[in-house]
């Protein structure tokens, strides 16, 4: 019955290699989010996406896609890994409605790049 | 953009005290939430609350738009309520900026 879903929990990759963490959620949220925590804990909106089209896009290495292939899933890819990508990356969800942007977070992806 | 900035930056409470965090954003907002990041990293949400006042048990938060602030009250503390605390604000657009975060120990 989780609501805010994430594959994998764990992330332990080499530099170079490409790969990707899914996201589902089924509380019939329209927007998704992806989010960046970094080791001092600091919180950062990376992308979101409202009915499947993007509406955030903040200064991200273009190494990192997302893709939304429906409202319940947003997916994030990362090609060529490097280093400094070495964070806990956390999906969310909203519904869309104007005044109320209550979000619910999934349990986060712990990437480590060595 | 929005500046969030949450204070105090650490604290530390023996079992049963209160205490009050707060969060100032620079500009009116249209959302503001709080959040409890446990020691396991779980986002837990405990209040959407762009203005007015909500309790929710020993857990409560007031949002003053019109002086760009916000707190929140935890009484009778636990050592469950340790983590990280959270505020997020956002100015009418799907874009959350995120405080710094309190980091809250509770010592039995």
């Known amino acids: 019955d989780t609501a805010v879903s994430q594959t994998p929990k764990y992330l332990v990759t080499q530099m170079g290699n490409d790969k990707s963490i899914k996201c589902e959620q089924n509380l019939g949220h329209d927007t998704m989010y992806w989010y960046k925590q970094d080791s001092k804990k600091f919180l950062k909106i990376m992308f979101s996406?409202?009915?499947?089209?993007?509406?955030i896009n903040e200064t991200v290495p273009n190494r990192f896609s997302p893709k939304s292939p429906d409202k319940a899933h947003l997916n994030l890819h990362i090609n060529s890994l490097e280093l400094g990508d070495s964070a806990v990356y956390f999906c969310a969800s909203s519904q869309a409605l104007a005044g109320y942007l209550k979000q619910y977070f999934g349990p986060g992806t712990r990437l480590t790049v060595t | 953009g929005i500046q969030v900035e949450q204070s105090p930056p650490d604290l530390i409470l023996q079992e049963g005290a209160n205490s009050t965090l707060r969060c100032n954003f620079s500009d009116s907002v249209n959302n503001l939430q709080w959040f409890h990041q446990n020691p396991w990293g779980q986002l837990i949400n405990l209040f959407y609350?762009?203005?007015g006042t909500k309790q929710n048990g020993r857990l409560s938060a007031t949002t003053v738009a019109t002086e760009r602030y916000s707190l929140l009250y935890i009484s009778s503390s636990q050592t469950t309520d340790s983590g990280v605390y959270f505020c997020a604000a956002s100015s009418g657009t799907y874009k959350y900026i995120f405080g710094t975060g309190t980091r809250l120990k509770v010592l039995a």
């Open positions: 996406y409202n009915n499947k089209e993007l509406i």
């Open positions: 609350i762009p203005s």
